[in-house]
T-cell receptor
Framework: AQKITQTQPGMFVQEKEAVTLDCTYD???????LFWYKQPSSGEMIFLIY??????QNATEGRYSLNFQKARKSANLVISASQLGDSAMYFC????????????FGQGTTLQVKP | EPEVTQTPSHQVTQMGQEVILRCVPI?????FYWYRQILGQKVEFLVS????????KSEIFDDQFSVERPDGSNFTLKIRSTKLEDSAMYFC?????????????FGPGTRLTVL
């Protein structure tokens, strides 16, 4: 069975500091991908970053980076230099080559950035 | 930048009524999805659609639900007889390929309220 686990329901971070949001996954498919999405209070789902299981390097997109540890089945999102606009819900999601491209989401982590 | 659009943004309906939620995926995308998010909960997969047919559906997607691509641009989700528990945010998503680095782009969502 495929599963995504986000164990931090809520996180606080001081503005300009870095924060790590945890995500662990479970799949028996050797070929898979991991996504992170941001959901602000307005409700839309904003794509942040993608990591493929065969990617040699950790993904980075601006202030977002992914700490991918394949042996531990973890794909933690690191946000550097937090901004007030980063306050939102963050979802980790899994897709595998054996399915139709559907995403399996974790429960999400609410991040609040303090001024 | 191309985007997925959804209408209406908010739909209020009476229990037992039929609703149709509309989506316009990104034009060169081939794979289409519907997800739902009950308030405060995680995003759940409903159905995937490719080549004018359902490729996968979840256990949530029972006989009350149907999807259609009536023309070359629209992708609709119909709920035949709404229940109170159908109240949720419904997201449409699309991607160019079913796997790989192609991002799955989400629409802004339709908030369905069943009274």
């Amino acid at each position: 069975a495929q599963k995504i686990t986000q164990t931090q329901p809520g996180m606080f971070v001081q503005e300009k500091e870095a924060v790590t949001l945890d995500c662990t996954y479970d799949t028996s498919d050797p070929s898979y991908g991991l996504f992170w999405y941001k959901q602000p209070s307005s409700g839309e789902m904003i794509f942040l970053i993608y990591q493929g299981s065969y990617d040699q390097q950790n993904a980075t997109e601006g202030r977002y980076s992914l700490n991918f540890q394949k042996a531990r089945k973890s794909a933690n999102l690191v946000i550097s230099a937090s901004q007030l606009g980063d306050s939102a819900m963050y979802f980790c999601a899994l897709t595998t080559s054996g399915n139709t491209g559907k995403l399996i989401f974790g429960q999400g982590t609410t991040l609040q950035v303090k001024p | 930048e191309p985007e997925v659009t959804q209408t209406p943004s908010h739909q209020v309906t009476q229990m037992g009524q039929e609703v149709i939620l509309r989506c316009v995926p990104i034009s060169n995308h081939l794979y289409f999805y519907w997800y739902r998010q009950i308030l405060g909960q995680k995003v759940e997969f409903l159905v995937s659609f490719y080549n004018n047919e359902i490729s996968e559906k979840s256990e949530i997607f029972d006989d009350q639900f149907s999807v259609e691509r009536p023309d070359g641009s629209n992708f609709t989700l119909k709920i035949r007889s709404t229940k109170l528990e159908d109240s949720a945010m419904y997201f449409c998503a699309s991607r160019r390929a079913s796997y790989g680095t192609d991002t799955q782009y989400f629409g802004p969502g339709t908030r369905l309220t069943v009274l």
